[in-house]
């Protein structure tokens, strides 16, 4: 079993923070796929089928800001092997298509777009090229990828995210490929040292699922296990070793990072998690679904449970035929944006006092709504005690945002919300998780709110708390 003190010795690095402090961003699935109607291609499509006749990459960030989102991670290359920029390593690209007449470069447009918006600009490129040739042939394969990730590295600005998936067929000669992650990482590392590395990488895991499905407790301190689980196409045993003896871990389990999953664990890392799911039920756009979009209250329940539970919303939103998002799905965006931009605006707690029942000199409760003030709880067990003023006692509340200080680790295991009715204390959540952000529903009227944290990896660090108006859906 750790001890408190090794558990909250494992802190996240700084592009950790940082992309969990832009916690929704977007995922654009664009290819030959959106001309052929199919979710994988199989690398035989000719380029001449790749024709967008109105593309417009600033009506996607446009779209994304819209949302409230703050990035956007474009699909460069697919498992067909279509490359969306004029790659000096292959035909099989934008360069031989008639866009354009050849002359057109999508991730330069989006990425061009992406920075004048003051959004953060991703990549995606599948490791899996079913066009490629050389896939299957070992290195030969592994030079190939790394030169198109050099080109993508080094011509398109900063990158916050590389999204690597796990994918991994036969290519044209009937062979796997058996990628060279290390290789792949290293030349990240090399020429981006602050973009994460996602899913099949060290930086950011997967949820489990493409469903928006979410766990009840989101722990980011977790197995270092856990790199191992997408990256590892076969999940068989390689050779006999303690650690294979120990219990199978599975991106989807229920329960990756309590002290009892940690417990038999020798070695443990900060790896947050990324929920990924479509607006639509496919990730590239098919004309059969447009009446079967993510309505905006539906996209609002996700992101309270993947933003406001720790984990980072990374939401695909595919193109049409003419490289536009189609109405309804900007319609939809459009929606969730206002109402997160209504629901989250003028912290409440500037008027309110505060109070705790001990702190760390000069940590109290009412830092908590200062610019970089943090709460320092002297002990484990902390109250936190929020005293509406007398014109706000009849106003509906919202929600309650907690934030922890994530550069001193995750240390909340439970807490609870109270609020103050009637001279008599209600219970209105229980949750376990606070980590980067947890969004609890208030729902209700109160004179006060009472903030209980009853188990604790040693005294807890908050590093924000807000209140809100309730708002109509």
């Avoid at 699922?209 to 045993?237: C, H, K």
């Avoid at 199978?248 to 890392?269: H, M, T």
């Avoid at 109402?339 to 605006?345: G, Y």
Wanted: contains cysteine; hydrophobic residues 35%; aromatic residues 10%.
């Amino acid at each position: 079993m750790h001890t408190p003190e090794e558990l909250i010795s494992i802190r996240p690095s700084a592009r950790q923070l940082s992309i969990m402090e832009l916690g929704f961003y977007a995922f654009i699935h664009f290819t030959v796929n959106t001309f052929t109607g199919r979710e994988w291609g199989d690398g035989t499509e000719s380029p001449d089928i790749f024709c967008p006749t109105d593309f417009d990459a600033r009506q996607w960030t446009d779209a994304v800001k819209a949302a409230g989102m703050k990035g956007l991670i474009l699909t460069c290359k697919h498992h067909d092997g279509f490359c969306l920029w004029p790659s000096r390593y292959t035909e099989h690209s934008v360069k031989n298509s008639p866009w354009k007449n050849g002359k057109g470069d999508i991730v330069r447009e989006v990425s061009d777009a992406c920075h004048e918006a003051g959004l953060a600009f991703g990549i995606y490129l599948s490791p899996w090229d079913r066009h490629e040739a050389a896939y299957g042939q070992g290195k030969a394969y592994d030079d190939y990828f790394v030169h198109q990730l050099e080109e993508l590295l080094t011509n398109y600005g900063p990158i916050f995210a590389v999204w690597f998936d796990g994918a991994c067929g036969e290519g044209p000669n009937g062979k796997k490929q058996y990628y060279d992650w290390d290789r792949y990482y290293e030349t990240v590392r090399r020429l981006q040292p602050s973009a994460c590395m996602s899913v099949c990488g060290p930086d950011v895991r997967w949820c489990g699922n493409e469903a928006g499905q979410t766990r009840e407790s989101e722990w980011s301190v977790v197995s270092r296990r856990m790199l191992d689980t997408e990256r590892i196409a076969s999940l068989s045993q390689q050779k006999d070793d303690a650690d294979f003896r120990l219990r199978p871990i599975r991106a989807r389990d229920a329960d990756l990072g309590s002290r009892e999953a940690l417990a038999e664990e020798k070695e443990l890392i900060w790896y947050p998690a990324e929920v990924n799911t479509s607006i639509r039920p496919g990730w590239f756009y098919h004309q059969e679904e447009d009446d079967k979009v993510k309505t905006a209250s539906c996209l609002r329940e996700l992101y309270l449970r993947t933003v406001g539970g720790n984990a980072c919303f990374l939401l695909n939103i595919p193109p049409d035929r003419r490289g536009r998002l189609a109405d309804q799905d900007v319609q939809e965006l459009k929606a969730l944006g206002s109402w997160i931009r209504e629901a989250f605006s003028g912290n409440l707690l500037e008027t309110c006092s505060i109070t705790d029942n001990g702190h760390v000199p000069g940590h109290g409760a009412d830092e908590l709504v200062r610019e970089n003030g943090t709460f320092e709880a002297a002990q484990e067990k902390a109250e936190i005690t929020i005293c509406l003023p007398k014109e706000l006692k009849a106003v509906p509340l919202g929600y309650l945002v907690l934030r922890e200080d994530v550069r001193q680790s995750q240390r909340v295991e439970a807490f609870s919300v109270d609020v103050l009715q009637d001279d008599e204390w209600t219970n209105v959540y229980n949750g376990t998780v606070i980590g980067s952000r947890k969004i609890v529903p208030v729902l209700r009227c109160a004179r006060s709110v009472r903030i209980r944290i009853h188990a604790c990896r040693m005294n807890p660090i908050l590093s924000f708390a807000g209140l809100y108006r309730q708002v109509a859906d």
